[in-house]
C-alpha cells in the first residue's frame, strides 16, 4: 500500500495527465526532443514542515511539488505556453481534493523564461509550484 504522500502525488500525475495532447513525466530529465503540443515534468517537491497535532497524531502538510512546464515548437509558442497553463488550471480546479486523496491543491502563478538552445528553437518553460494540502499519522509511511 503505498504512503499518503506517494498516493497523492501519483494521482496528481494521473490528474495532469488529461490535459489533452501533452505528456506529463514524474521525475524525469528533459528529453532532447520536445513533443509539439509541449511537455509536462512532475517532481515530487518538498513536503517541509508539518504542522502536528495531537491527540491522535497527525501530520500536516502543505506539500510544494514541481510541475515544469515546456513549450518549443509552433509560432505561437507563447500562445499555447498559455493554453497549457490555462489546461493545468483547468484540471486541477476540476479536482481539487485528488479523489479525496488530499484536503486541497492549488497551483500558484508561473514565472515564464525564454531559453536558448543552440541549433533548435527558443524554449519556453515555467516551473509551476503545485501545493498539496494533506494530513497523515506517520510522517514515513502509511496512509491516514
Known amino acids: ?53 495531537l491527540s491522535p497524531l497527525t501530520y500536516h502538510y502543505q506539500h510544494r511539488a514541481e510541475l515544469e512546464v515546456i513549450v518549443q515548437f509552433g509560432q505561437d509558442r ?17 479536482d481539487r481534493t485528488l479523489g479525496g486523496r488530499c484536503d486541497w491543491v492549488e497551483a500558484e502563478a508561473p514565472e515564464p523564461a525564454d531559453l536558448l538552445v543552440d541549433g533548435a528553437a527558443t524554449i519556453k518553460a515555467a516551473i509551476v509550484p503545485i501545493i498539496l494540502h494533506y494530513a497523515t499519522s506517520d510522517a514515513l509511511g502509511p496512509p491516514l
Request: glycine share 12%; net charge negative; proline share 11%.
Open 1 to 53: 500500500m503505498p504512503t499518503t504522500r506517494e498516493a497523492i502525488l501519483t494521482a496528481l500525475a494521473d490528474l495532469l495527465s488529461t490535459v489533452p495532447y501533452v505528456p506529463v513525466l514524474r521525475g524525469e530529465v528533459l528529453p532532447e526532443r520536445i513533443p509539439p503540443a509541449g511537455l509536462m515534468i512532475l517532481r515530487d517537491g518538498s513536503p517541509g514542515e508539518p504542522g502536528v497535532s
Open 78 to 94: 507563447d500562445g499555447r505556453f498559455d493554453t497549457v497553463v490555462a489546461q493545468i488550471g483547468a484540471a486541477l480546479g476540476a
